[in-house]
């Protein structure tokens, strides 16, 4: 048996399985909502990630760059933005996660294991409606305006 602390409600429970994050159903019917979750039911999954998509588009264009975004979705990334103030170029990987209300980290899976043709992953983050940047290292990054 494992100690471990539940990600949604810091509950310390035993369980059998060492990478279990919720204590019980409750726990574990938020925990599946806040990430995988409350837009999944609404919207089929190709308009979740393209809703992201656009919020991202949204917070470039806002920052000064100009997007253009992939034709077809096997690209090999989601976007190509130019700074109207640099002239550099980036290629955006866009992903959606959330913030834990716990920890106050951003979750978004899959994410670590991401290893593809872009300079800058950009996460969506469903429930505070922030967009992140992230380096090809996975820190941090500020575009800026
Ligand atoms: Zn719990």
Redesign the pocket.
Known sequence: MYTIT??????E?QHKFEHTK???D??RKQRRDETYGFKKRTMPNLVVGKYHELKVVMDLVEKQYDVYPAMFPQALCDLIVVSRKTKQLLRIEVKTGYRSKITNHVISPGVEKQKGFHDVLAIAIRSTNEVIYRDKKGKDIDLGV
């Open positions: 539940c990600n949604m409600c810091t509950k429970f919720a204590c019980s409750t726990c």
